[in-house]
């Protein structure tokens, strides 16, 4: 018979399909999920938050390790950074289907230790796989600590950086002989500098995201502020510690750079100030490095080097770490921590791929190698991995928080010129109290 | 002998008297089947709407956390107060309403008027409808990127008109004041054409004859308008006004995607703040008591209209 399809074929075709559909669900994580059966034995389930160039460089690095070890098949994730993330990577954990591995910022990492819901690490563990704490960026190492022990595994230190447009600052005369920028020191040359680039470009000195980004004008007030020594939070952010006097001293110092002296653009958005960076209206910008992809795309003349020593204390920069964590459960099964720690070693080979993006490694054997110290930009600014200041610990705080929302808001209306600095800080002030004095959900 | 019953009048005939048994069987053997085809829809509307209401009713009264399993410590009506009590909250509630007070009356008026333009339209009715409606079918992902850089400081499109003209540019979406228009703005933009597909059809139920009767009595097409259109749209009109409002307090998206609740939190909407609470700072005990008081206030405000609308209709 060649007629058309009878409706009782179709509906036996569609039952069929169900049928094998809901008997392949049996090894997939849904199924593994309803039935409780963990998921994949002897696979390395991992978990992280790459997109763009990372996770680009994420892929290849996981092929090196599929490639070297072909015995344990590897199921890796990408999910969008942010919250979100953090909100699957917790329900997972509190139902009891966690990953193997999973990428956490380490100061959200912080707060996942809080909860309970991290394995520590133990020195012998890490050991087997050619691991110790003296191996890793001292800064980065210590600052994932809780109480002495070891929750995560640092792979990078990502901090806020300058980038500059190599020919822009030429004409400003702002380069040293060798080409790179010269050092700029103290709030003067630093406006100096600004307003010399600015001569050239005759639009803005520097840009960076203000509107619907809470997290730059956070990242820039934290570099700024811990030169001059100031803090936050205090006692795990169960109190409140700003300092007015420092924190009125460097919201005054944006808002001359923006409001008063134009110097900067005080209203633009994260894509808007990588466009007119981009594109010569500015000679300056600060961002995170892994932007660096960005203007490597763009096929421009630029440079990367440390956020300038504005205030001349001891050198301190904003940065945060993407680490390698075990949720609890994760190593449940009989060899699964091996096999995720073998993971995680493989990773941190594999540092040099990862530092094309822009990231200084956490792990010495690579960040100490002559092939790093021969990568440029990337050497120019290593330097800050060890002047990294992470945000301050509390349940509310790390990288995407409510604590970077507050902060970041009151900032950047400072600098869009909405609210005085000291309108700013009370504002800052209250929010933040509201927070410390709420009991923590974790 | 014939069969045929012979009948003087029609009264004449047996009338079997309406028994209400048999109707009401009637009913019933519609019913069934009735309930068996929508059985998948209130499952699904159980499982999906009605289980998670209730939960989050409970929710709103314990100190629930997300990063741990059960609902955690019962905090009576400490989640509520807290609330009541927080600026943050009323801020958040009031851009919700905001917005809709500053969407809904463009988006039925508007809608209206070009519903009726385009009715008007002899050649290329299709254009105009597919127009109109078009934006409605872009997600709001697509909507909110697309506005963005037309609202980009120094480099949009917008920028580039208003400095061409000479005139100071705005700052769209970082100026407190103004971020909530330009998201208002976008939103009339998006999603009219849902409002003017609705007053179209309203529209093409109108009989062409009473048109034709007011124009052979001399009533001049801005009188037919007002007399017949207007009336004849009543129903229409109360459907489009109630979905709208719904629609204009369910805001998130627009923000969420577009202002990030900025400049400094003038544009946070209610159910942003949820969010906040919820995913952020892992409170959802919390933020389940917000989206309580949240979801009062939409229940409020679709009781009092629905109420208007029936009074008015009654009058009628």
Redesign the interface.
């Known amino acids: 018979m060649t007629g058309p399809m009878s409706r009782r074929t179709l509906m036996k075709g569609v039952f069929a399909g169900l049928g094998a559909a809901s008997l392949a669900a049996c090894s997939s994580p849904v199924g593994a999920g309803i039935a409780g059966t963990p998921i994949d034995p002897g696979t390395v389930d991992y978990w992280n938050l790459f997109g763009g160039g990372d996770g680009v460089r994420m892929q290849q690095m996981e092929d090196a390790y599929r490639k070297a070890n072909p015995g344990t098949p590897l199921q890796a994730v990408t999910l969008a950074w942010g919250n979100p993330y953090y909100t699957k990577l917790t329900l997972a954990t509190v139902g009891r289907k966690p990953p193997n591995v999973a990428v956490s910022h380490l100061t959200r990492m912080k707060t996942l230790q809080a909860a309970d819901l991290l394995e520590e690490l133990k020195p012998a563990d890490l050991a087997r796989h050619g691991m110790s704490a003296e191996m890793f960026n001292q800064r980065a190492w210590n600052a994932g600590l809780v109480g002495g022990k070891a929750y995560a595994i640092p792979i990078d230190t990502h901090p806020f950086v300058l980038f500059y447009n190599t020919k822009i600052c030429g004409q400003a005369g702002l380069l040293d002989a060798a080409g790179n920028l010269a050092p700029i020191a103290g709030p003067d040359a630093f406006t100096e500098a600004l307003a010399k680039v600015q001569k050239v470009t005759g639009q803005f000195g520097a840009t960076h995201g203000i509107n619907g980004d809470t997290a730059t004008p956070w990242r820039l007030f934290q570099t700024l502020y811990s030169q001059l020594g100031g803090e936050v939070l205090g006692d795990e952010g169960t109190r409140v510690v700003l300092d007015d006097a420092k924190a009125t001293q460097v919201l005054s110092f944006l808002r001359t750079l923006t409001v008063e002296k134009k110097l900067m653009p005080g209203s633009i958005d994260y894509q808007g100030a990588i466009a007119l960076f981009a594109n010569g209206a500015a000679g300056f910008h600060l961002n995170g490095e892994w932007e660096i992809s960005t203007f490597q795309t763009a096929k421009m003349p630029f440079g990367m080097t440390l956020v300038p020593n504005v205030y001349g204390g001891t050198y301190a920069v904003q940065a945060d770490s993407h680490t390698l964590v075990v949720p609890k459960g994760g190593a449940a099964a009989s060899g699964q921590l091996d096999r995720s720690l073998g993971f995680i070693k493989s990773m941190l080979d594999q540092s040099m791929t990862w530092a094309q993006g822009g990231h200084i490694p956490a792990w010495l054997p690579v960040a100490q190698s002559d092939a790093f110290k021969k990568l440029t930009p990337q050497s120019n600014y290593a330097a800050a991995a060890d002047s990294a200041v992470y945000d301050p610990p509390g349940w509310y705080s790390g990288s995407g928080s409510d604590f970077e929302n507050i902060m970041g808001s009151a900032i950047g209306a400072v600098e869009a010129g909405q609210l005085a600095p000291d309108a700013a800080i009370a504002q800052i002030r209250t929010k933040l109290s509201a927070l410390a004095s709420t009991a923590s959900p974790v | 002998m014939t069969i045929t019953a012979d009948y003087e009048t029609v009264e004449d005939r047996p009338v079997r008297p309406v028994d209400p048994d048999t109707t009401r069987v009637t009913e019933h053997g519609h019913a069934r089947p009735a309930w068996l085809m929508m059985t998948p829809f209130l499952a699904l509307y159980l499982l999906f709407i009605i289980g998670p209401s209730i939960y989050m009713m409970v929710m709103s009264f314990f ?1 629930t ?5 059960g609902l955690g410590g019962f905090a009576g009506f400490g989640n509520f107060a807290e609330a009541l009590g ?1 600026s ?1 909250f009323w801020s958040s509630m009031w851009h919700t309403v905001w917005f809709t007070i500053l969407t809904t009356p463009p988006l039925v008026v508007l809608a209206f008027v070009f519903a009726l333009l385009a009715d008007r339209a002899s050649r290329g009715r299709w254009f105009f409808r597919l127009a109109f409606f078009l934006p409605y079918i872009l997600p709001s992902a697509v909507v909110a990127l697309i506005w ?1 850089w037309l609202y ?5 499109l917008l920028s580039k008109i208003v400095t061409g003209l000479g005139l100071t540019e705005p ?1 769209w ?4 004041s103004l971020a909530m228009w330009s998201l208002a703005f976008t939103t009339v933009w998006w999603t009219l054409g849902f409002n003017f597909v609705l007053y179209l059809a309203g529209l093409q139920d109108i009989p062409r004859d009473l048109y034709e009767a007011a124009a052979m009595d001399g009533a001049a097409p801005w009188q037919q308008i007002r007399r017949i259109t207007i009336p004849m749209l009543r129903r229409t009109t109360s459907l489009v006004i109630v979905l709208q409002i719904i629609a204009s307090l369910k805001l998130f998206d627009q923000p969420y995607l ?3 609740g ?4 003038a544009t946070r909407p209610a159910l942003e703040y949820v969010y ?1 609470m919820g ?7 919390y933020a389940a008591a917000v989206s309580t008081l949240f979801f009062i206030l939409v229940l409020a405000v679709s009781a009092v209209w629905v109420f208007l609308t029936r009074r008015q209709e009654q009058g009628f």
């Open positions: 100190d956390s997300l990063t741990r399993p927080s943050d963005l980009t400081p120094q480099l949009g700052n979406l970082g100026d407190p577009m202002t990030s900025g400049p400094n939190y906040d995913f952020t700072d892992f409170r959802t005990g």
